[in-house]
């Protein structure tokens, strides 16, 4: 298996309901694990708050539990953080300091930057595991160019 089949990548909304979030983590919990029985290795976050945040925990819970897998940022840009309040970015940075690796693939913020980053992920990646409550939209928008460049995508929204 190499790396890309071995890697899945998280895309999700950045504001969640406390409902949205319940549900979401029960099925992010199932859907790793599956994904972790079936050979998935390399789990990749964008470090967004909301979803990919949620998914980033659940990676580190199952590494301190023993799984062998391994946590990812991958960084849109590296002040994807400007508008952020300091709890905010002292959970991310908590967050990352428990990761394997975090790298950016933008210095500045622009327009353009999460685009990269998603085009990114999805050639470097067999499984895509997202949370969209809508069905347009940019995660939907995700998912479908995911879908279409042969990924495996899992909406843990539902």
């Known amino acids: 298996m190499n790396t890309k089949d071995s890697t899945c990548f998280f895309v999700g909304h950045t504001a969640l309901s406390q409902k ?11 859907e790793i694990d599956k994904l972790i029985r079936q050979g998935v290795t390399d789990f990749v976050s964008m470090g967004k708050l909301g979803f990919d945040l949620l998914a980033a925990s ?9 799984a062998n897998v391994r946590l990812k940022f991958a960084l849109p840009c590296r002040n994807q953080d400007k508008r952020w309040s300091s ?28 685009i990269r ?42």
């Open 117 to 158: 980053c998603v085009r990114y992920l999805t050639d470097n990646s067999a499984y895509c595991i997202y949370a969209s409550f809508y069905s347009v939209g940019e995660i939907a928008e995700t998912a479908h160019y995911a879908q279409q460049k042969g990924l495996q995508v899992i909406n843990a929204a539902n």
């Open 20 to 30: 949205a979030i319940e549900r979401t983590t029960l099925r992010l919990h199932a």
């Open 58 to 66: 659940i990676v580190i819970s199952k590494k301190q539990q023993g």
């Open 87 to 114: 709890t905010q970015k002292q959970l991310c940075q908590s967050l990352q300091s428990e990761t394997d690796e975090v790298f950016y693939l933008s210095e500045e913020c622009d327009y353009y930057c999460t």
